[in-house]
């Protein structure tokens, strides 16, 4: 088992993780003892909502290739303005010294490890690239366009950087006015032609992604990729600085591009033709070139006619020759593809069985694990020297820093601790982690949440959550929104249900044409008579929620059962056919079935929850963004307004200020809590209390 050090600061609850049943019976024998002792001058208190707003997030580590020093983002609330607000971070690779360098993302070391390459707003707010010396702090402005500058790279000697900006799109079809000069008319309105013309998080696509170099000294940004496609990933420098790596499907006609197709292109940082390396058909990125320059490893997946299209790990030579299979078989898609400095081995992280581990791989074929143990735990650079920082979760351990030396069994050594003044003196549920078979002898994995006062002698209220995607993995990083509810006195529930990823691609596509349907609502049933099973639970006091995928879970959950008192559907898709055709997504929406419901509807309807709207009786909350064009706001519009005629007891809340999702902002984290709570009391009975201290205070959210 791999083993956890701390630097300068108090032992972990984390600590007690290797064993996580027995921390829970611990706790249980620490309850008793403080009561029968009295010892005990003040109780913990359970996370709350109100926490949230002096919630710190640590992400994004980059170690200088020299490994000194340690570059990261800390975000923390701004609970005035109600954002998220993210500054840079700098510290000594031992952890040490920490403090905060600029306000700003995206930060790059140079190769001499002297300068940081980051994006930040100027006096206009406009983002651009800045450059700052580390030591003496001087910093340098490097461009001044008006198109954010992002996936920052540096090239190999230091004397230019190549970054990616959007190229705003022409007009393909205009008229003439006879606009009076000096006239205020009402703007022109967009003429779409495109298939894919908006995306959610930016709202109407407005131009294309496309590669620029730019001296690290300043000057003039050079384009040197244009068409009507999107360079995709971050560019990678061949080590000789002669080409820049990149992904991208270049296509005369945007409509005449395939969104499952991408390869591995190169062109010279001045301009000219693009090269493509790969020539298996496709969806290639994250290309890596290796240290002598020869090689290029990267992934992505063959199309295939099943929905979960499994992720394998390619090499090819730097010529587009030799190009070979290096991985496949994998329980999950291989993230942050790194080479190790004696170019024959690579690492990378995969989410598998709950857990992210950090792999070691090589060019014949194999790979093994270098971490182990319950967290999720993730790889962002590493230096020259070989030492590797990311950041790692577990089940009571929020999101942190952590170095370590690669090699197997590696010993993290943990770097910050970003919410140790919030947790301290508060009592976080306890964390089960579960096996349990369901139909056709699948075996779910699930975890269950209990309220850090836990009484067997109680009956608890249970939650049942369920993740989106529905190609997706819960695993065992820390979550607030769980422990939020635990402290409410929940026993939350949460499983990976079939279809989900990390346990290999016939888990994943068992759901294939047929989602949402009989194996994952099976799965979920399972799981939840096993949360029962291990706890005292008040089954009439039971509810479910979920969000995106999730919400669609929920929806088919009250479908097809009455068991829960309460639900909250958050974010769903409820109508497959209309969903095609108004999703940000719509090529990947027009194959969710076979065939396409032109020919044959009958598998589009027979999964939409809309079309079973009259069996359900159970009070449904619906929840979504007003700007979400993912899951668009209509589709949760369809199911409360099906439901309403009906009479079933239903609220639609749409959420202001948030695209996918409902919790982004902090305040609306707060009432997604708060809401679902209100709701789940207010159509149940045998609660001790009225409800959560707050809840009604300063609500928001008018009858309509």
């Not at 921390?23 to 005990?40: F, H, K, S, W």
């Not at 198109?147 to 205009?174: H, I, N, Y």
């Not at 006062?453 to 820390?478: C, E, S």
């Not at 509810?543 to 769903?572: E, K």
């Amino acid at each position: 088992m791999t083993t956890w050090r701390r630097v300068g600061l108090a032992a972990m609850a984390w600590a007690l993780l290797p064993g996580l049943a027995v921390a829970e019976d611990a706790a249980q024998d620490t309850v008793r003892d403080t009561a029968e002792n009295g010892a005990a001058a003040e109780a913990p208190e359970p996370l709350k909502i109100e926490h949230w707003l002096d919630w710190e997030r640590a992400s994004a580590p980059q170690i200088s290739p020299n490994g000194e020093r340690i570059v990261y983002a800390r975000s923390s609330v701004d609970k005035y303005t109600d954002r998220w607000v993210t500054r840079q971070w700098i510290m000594r690779a031992d952890g040490s010294r920490p403090r905060e360098l600029v306000e700003g993302s995206d930060p790059r070391w140079s190769p001499d490890s002297t300068r940081l390459a980051y994006v930040a707003e100027d006096a206009d707010g406009n983002a651009q690239l800045f450059v700052r010396w580390v030591d003496d702090g001087a910093t340098s402005q490097i461009t001044w366009g008006r198109t954010a500058p992002s996936r920052l790279q540096w090239s190999p000697d230091g004397k230019r950087l190549a970054f990616v900006s959007e190229v705003a799109m022409e007009p393909s079809w205009t008229i003439a006015l006879p606009r009076p000069k000096d006239a205020e008319w009402t703007p022109d309105p967009a003429v779409i032609d495109t298939l894919h013309y908006r995306r959610d998080r930016q709202g109407p696509k407005t131009g294309y992604d496309h590669l620029f170099v730019v001296p690290a000294t300043g000057g003039t940004p050079r384009q040197i990729t244009d068409g009507p496609w999107d360079v995709e990933g971050r560019p990678q420098w061949r080590p000789d600085g002669s080409e820049i790596l990149f992904a991208g499907d270049m296509v005369d006609d945007p409509d005449a591009a395939d969104p499952w197709t991408s390869h591995i292109l190169a062109v010279s940082p001045s301009g000219g033709a693009v090269r493509q390396l790969t020539s298996q058909d496709g969806g290639w990125g994250s290309p890596r070139v290796s240290p002598d320059g020869q090689t290029v490893l990267y992934s992505g997946a063959v199309a295939v006619e099943t929905n979960y299209r499994p992720t394998v790990v390619r090499a090819v030579d730097i010529d587009g020759g030799n190009d070979r299979l290096v991985l496949a078989g994998l329980a999950n898609a291989p993230r942050s593809l790194l080479w190790a400095r004696d170019g024959k081995r690579f690492f990378f992280t995969l989410a598998a069985e709950g857990r992210t581990q950090i792999h070691e791989g090589r060019l014949d074929g194999g790979h093994e694990p270098v971490t182990e143990g319950m967290h999720s735990l993730t790889l962002t650079a590493i230096s020259d020297g070989g030492v590797a920082v990311g950041h790692r979760s577990a089940p009571q351990a929020t999101t942190n820093i952590y170095r370590l030396t690669l090699k197997r069994r590696a010993d993290p050594l943990m770097l910050t601790d970003v919410n140790a003044d919030i947790l301290d003196g508060v009592a976080l549920g306890t964390v089960e982690e579960f096996t349990v078979g369901s139909s056709d002898d699948a075996r779910v994995q699930g975890w269950i949440v209990t309220p850090p006062d836990y009484d067997a002698t109680r009956r608890y209220p249970l939650l049942l959550a369920i993740h989106g995607g529905p190609h997706a993995m819960y695993g065992v990083n820390f979550r607030p929104m769980f422990q939020m509810f635990a402290g409410l006195g929940y026993v939350v529930v949460y499983a990976n249900p079939r279809g989900s990823t990390g346990y290999g691609s016939d888990f994943a596509n068992a759901i294939d044409n047929r989602y949402p349907g009989r194996r994952d609502f099976d799965d979920l049933m399972a799981a939840t008579d096993a949360a029962i099973e291990r706890r005292s639970i008040d089954t009439d006091r039971m509810f479910v929620q979920g969000c995106s995928g999730g919400g669609v879970l929920t929806a088919w959950t009250v479908i097809n059962t009455d068991r829960f008192a309460a639900a909250a559907s958050r974010c769903p898709v409820i109508n497959w056919i209309s969903f095609a055709g108004t999703a940000d997504i719509a090529e990947w929406a027009y194959t969710r079935f076979r065939p396409d419901f032109f020919d044959d509807p009958a598998r589009w309807l027979d999964h939409s929850p809309i079309m079973h709207a009259d069996r359900v009786t159970t009070p449904t909350l619906l929840m979504t963004g007003v700007r979400d064009l993912r899951t668009p706001l209509a589709q949760a519009e369809e199911f409360y307004a099906a439901l309403k005629r009906r009479g079933v007891a239903t609220k639609l809340i749409p959420m202001n200020d948030e695209w996918h999702g409902t919790s982004r902002k902090p305040s609306n984290m707060l009432r997604t809590v708060l809401y679902m709570d209100k709701w789940f009391r207010e159509h149940s009975s045998g609660w001790d209390d009225a409800g959560p201290a707050g809840a009604d205070t300063g609500a928001s959210g008018a009858g309509q």
